[in-house]
């Protein structure tokens, strides 16, 4: 589970932070804009994402209520992607000006963000090795057994598939077609909200 701000961040840091309230599909900042702050989702969803060239996204990363995201931004001069709100959200922005100053003045802080931050390193590690796989059919069942629940089965659906096949590095009609796919071979089945792995005896 990723550590909450509340964890590392002094008190008198996150009573000077403001609050930025969302609607769904509005941007928090843009890729190239100023790097003045980091964030931590309250309530709802971030999505960062990046276009390739051909103007197709790729969701880098989702952020979800209680974890940090644009960590980034302490040490570059710009945001590296686009942050959009997946739906009506809430985030705390934290000063980089300040948060810079409490680590230069407190290492026990900065070695506290630094377990953050390895955290998210293996996270992001599993998420490139997701990336290699070639087989759309694979990486898909790949993610649904990584994103799953407590009965290492059901994955449940945040937001649409045209999202999730972003997240997957997919195109939609790939992912449509593979999830098509995969159910008629009896792997899956879905639900309005949920993708679900199919064990061999429920076949």
Known sequence: MAMSSLDWLPVAIRQRSTIRALDAGEILFRQGHKASAIFEVEQGRLRLIRHTIDSHPIVLHTAREGQLFAEAALFAAAYHCDAVAAIASRVRVYSKRELLAAFRSDPAIAERFMAVL??????????LEERTIRSARKRVLHHVALAAGKDGRTMRLEGTLMNLAAELGLTHEVLYRTLADLERAGAISRTGSAIILRKKDDV
């Open 118 to 127: 390895a955290h998210q390193i293996h996270a992001l590690r599993a998420r």
